[in-house]
């Protein structure tokens, strides 16, 4: 049974429970796939809709059509090479089924572009929790991509499972950083520690003390981004981890490098380049619910090889969502389930 096919049972019940209750008191993993749903609204008007104009445009397989679909596919930001390497498989699996209507298509598309996602791996990515003291969770990326707002949304989700979570603020140079996370910490009841225009590593390194102290559940830690020197910012990325392990062994635990969903290749970019300055777990993907380029998660697992592990669907707090690629592929796809 194909994917497009099992998404049907699997989530008919729920769109049903979704479209009649006018989307007020839902079950919580009817309320989940809302939350993608919403999110990827945009990219799913862009790339979805097109994708049904060109099987209407195309009534059988041609040559004309893999170009188009190709050039509609390298525009949703899927990435160059894993665009090519799925056309293969495409026509492939055209050649060996006999597919020679766009209609059959749909499920065949779907399909493949879940291989490239989950090829030999768990379907979902979690966070690694210390078993015993604080767990460490070091945010990095360039300014602007959402990383102070991330920590205020994970703060607020450990809040909420009842952990004791602390904000320590490492982006000591940047006007207003630093107050900026207290006030997250504010709203979300965590405890905080910051100084301003001071050594970070030194910043992280009391913060740390503190938490020990206080017997923290989950630390969160804010960076500075500046990827136009890198060399600096490894040095201090080292510098800064140096000191977490000397405070708590194994730690960070995780290393979220965040990304910006609505730069594209940029994004790419970025994350092949801070991959080879630091130690990175997974991704954050933010702004996913302003852009059209939902396409960029294939993109990063298969040119960067690294997991997305939240992805952000709005600026509120709850809109920060663990990434799930089944309910995602439903966010993209559902107007054709
Ligand atoms: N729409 C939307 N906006 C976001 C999301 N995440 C962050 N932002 C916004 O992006 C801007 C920059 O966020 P900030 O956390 O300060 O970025 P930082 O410089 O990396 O710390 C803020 O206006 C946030 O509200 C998201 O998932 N969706
Ligand atoms: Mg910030």
């Known amino acids: 049974m194909g994917l497009l096919q099992k998404f049907k049972e699997k ?7 979704i479209e009649e209750t006018k989307k007020t008191n839902l079950e919580p993993e009817a309320e989940e796939l809302l939350l993608y749903d919403k ?68 499920e065949v598309i779907v399909d493949e572009l879940f291989t490239i996602y ?13 078993s015993t003291g604080p767990t460490v969770i070091l945010m990095v990326g360039v300014n602007g991509v959402g990383k102070t707002t991330t920590i205020g949304k994970l703060a607020h989700k ?26 997250w910490a504010k709203r979300t009841n965590s405890l905080f520690y910051g100084k301003e225009n001071t050594d970070p590593a030194g910043v992280i390194f009391d913060g740390l003390v503190k938490a020990k102290a206080e017997d923290v559940d989950i630390v969160l830690i804010d960076t500075a981004g500046r990827l136009q020197n890198k060399v600096n910012l490894m040095n201090e990325l080292e510098k800064i981890n140096k000191v977490i ?3 708590i062994p194994d730690a960070p635990h995780e290393t979220l490098l965040v ?5 594209g290749q940029n994004g790419i970019s970025q994350a092949e380049a801070f991959k080879e300055i630091t130690n990175i777990t997974g991704i ?14 294939l993109a990063i697992k298969e040119t960067v090889g690294l997991p997305v592990k939240f992805i952000g669907l709005g600026e509120g707090l709850t809109d920060l969502r663990p990434f799930d690629i089944e309910e995602y592929i439903y966010g993209l796809f559902k107007d054709m389930i």
């Open 259 to 263: 990304i910006d969903a609505s730069t």
């Open 39 to 106: 999110g990827l609204a945009k990219t799913r008007r862009e790339f979805v809709s097109e994708l049904s104009l060109l099987g209407k445009k195309f009534h059988r397989v041609n040559e004309e059509y893999y170009d188009e679909l190709e050039s509609l596919l390298i525009k949703a930001d899927i990435g160059v090479n894993t665009v090519f390497k799925f056309m293969d498989r495409l026509r492939d699996r055209v050649r060996h089924e006999n597919i020679a209507e766009t209609s059959y298509l749909n």
């Open 158 to 183: 450990y809040r909420e499972e009842g952990k004791k979570v602390m904000l320590i603020a490492g982006d000591t140079f940047r006007a207003g950083a630093v107050p900026q996370l207290e006030e």
């Open 118 to 130: 989950v090829e030999g791996e768990n379907l979902t990515d979690k966070i690694n929790l210390a």
């Open 284 to 297: 954050v993907l933010t702004k996913l619910d302003g852009s059209a380029k939902g396409g960029i998660v």
């Open 245 to 247: 392990g000397r405070h």
């Open 11 to 17: 989530f008919q019940a729920k769109k049903v429970e």
